[in-house]
């Protein structure tokens, strides 16, 4: 379901939040995956005209973030990976009840 992987893409951030690594591992890598699962599956609502458009941005939006911290050109953004991950769980929770 949806919202098992999005909830699975949550708790990975939350993980990577709470590491913060130097470099980056598999958890970024799994994170990614989870949120463009997510994002698929949210593209499938929007075209059943079950989540807005604004629902699309946001999810692009988190994954663009997230792809940021996981090839970063310098430092890891943590403060912007900290605020995607407020606005994924945001999404995952009304999208779930839908």
């Given at each position: 379901?949806?919202?098992?992987?999005?909830?699975?893409?949550?708790?990975?951030?939350?993980?990577?939040?709470?590491?913060?690594?130097?470099?980056?591992?598999?958890?970024?890598?799994?994170?990614?995956?989870?949120?463009?699962?997510?994002?698929?599956?949210?593209?499938?609502?929007?075209?059943a005209?079950?989540v807005?458009?604004?629902?699309?941005?946001?999810?692009?939006?988190?994954?663009?973030?997230?792809?940021?911290?996981?090839?970063?050109?310098?430092?890891?953004?943590?403060?912007?990976?900290?605020?995607?991950?407020?606005?994924l769980?945001?999404?995952?929770?009304?999208?779930?009840?839908?």
């Amino acid at each position: 379901m949806a919202s098992d992987v999005g909830e699975r893409a949550v708790e990975l951030l939350d993980k990577l939040l709470a590491e913060r690594p130097e470099k980056v591992g598999p958890d970024f890598s799994e994170a990614t995956r989870c949120i463009t699962t997510y994002r698929d599956g949210l593209i499938g609502q929007f075209r059943a005209g079950t989540v807005s458009r604004t629902d699309l941005d946001d999810i692009n939006g988190v994954l663009s973030v997230v792809l940021a911290g996981h090839f970063p050109l310098g430092a890891v953004p943590w403060d912007k990976i900290a605020t995607a991950r407020e606005r994924l769980a945001a999404l995952v929770k009304p999208v779930a009840s839908r």
